[in-house]
């Protein structure tokens, strides 16, 4: 059902001819009202995920990273010098 505002600002449903009462006005106008806010909170909702989601794929990524570069610094296996290894002659008896 729709409707079309006609003159003085009154809204007429269309294809019967019949005024709406300003009652019916209101409550539309109230509707429209918490809709536009329903929408507005969504929005902002929507808006607090993407940014948590990129803060916390951003600490992900960063501790990641971080780990390469202290393991890639890492130089205490390079100076490990395996131990000599004593040839015991076997004696045979």
């Given at each position: 059902?729709?409707?079309?505002e006609g003159p003085k600002g009154e809204f007429k ?28 909170k969504l929005q902002r909702q929507r808006r607090n995920n993407k940014l948590t989601g990129i803060v ?38």
């Amino acid at each position: 059902m729709s409707s079309s505002e006609g003159p003085k600002g009154e809204f007429k449903i269309e294809g019967t001819g019949r005024q709406l009462k300003k009652t019916e006005v209101d409550f539309m106008r109230l509707i429209e009202q918490q809709n536009l806010q329903r929408v507005q909170k969504l929005q902002r909702q929507r808006r607090n995920n993407k940014l948590t989601g990129i803060v916390l794929g951003g600490t992900v990524l960063s501790i990641y990273l971080y780990s390469m570069f202290s393991v890639k610094q890492e130089k205490f296996l390079d100076d490990f010098e395996e131990p000599v290894k004593l040839e015991v002659e076997n004696k045979a008896l």
